[in-house]
């Protein structure tokens, strides 16, 4: 048996965190949060791009265009979808992890996706830094992996 897995070594690569400014006040933490991953296991602050939309739904369209660039290792979307009163969550969560999906499957690189779905603001706080740790931290950790798995194949 012969095992292929990736490593938690990030130096040497360059990074995009494509990241929604819309409930900005999570998605900040959650950037902060994939900033400190990316640092922490050895990725310079100067390869590291952040690219901002207005929405989670305007995620892949962004994230398309960076990966056509050309520029990064991996792509890491961020941004937090809460749901509201009315059906407009299960669009916009739907829409856009459906579309950060199929860019991780037809790109050359990585495409993580980080982008909190919760049923309110207590869940999605403590998802970005809060009890339940921060999943931009894990999202970084899952890109640097993931660059190096790839690599390896």
Request: aromatic share 6%.
């Amino acid at each position: 048996m012969v095992n292929h897995e990736g490593q938690y070594d990030g130096s040497g690569l360059k990074f995009a965190v494509v990241v929604s400014r819309f409930n900005g006040h999570v998605s900040e933490r959650l950037l902060e949060g994939a900033i400190d991953g990316l640092v922490r296991h050895g990725v310079a602050e100067n390869s590291i791009d952040v690219y901002r939309c207005p929405g989670a739904f305007e995620i892949p369209a962004v994230a398309k265009r960076v990966v056509e660039l050309k520029k990064h290792d991996a792509v890491i979307c961020l941004g937090a979808v809460i749901r509201g009163e009315t059906p407009h969550f299960d669009y916009v969560a739907s829409e856009s992890a459906k579309g950060v999906g199929q860019l991780s499957l037809s790109s050359h690189i990585p495409v993580i996706y980080g982008i909190l779905t919760t049923d309110n603001m207590e869940q999605a706080v403590d998802r970005a830094g809060g009890k339940a740790g921060n999943k931009g931290f894990d999202a970084a950790s899952s890109a640097i992996e993931m660059v190096n798995l790839m690599k390896r194949m």
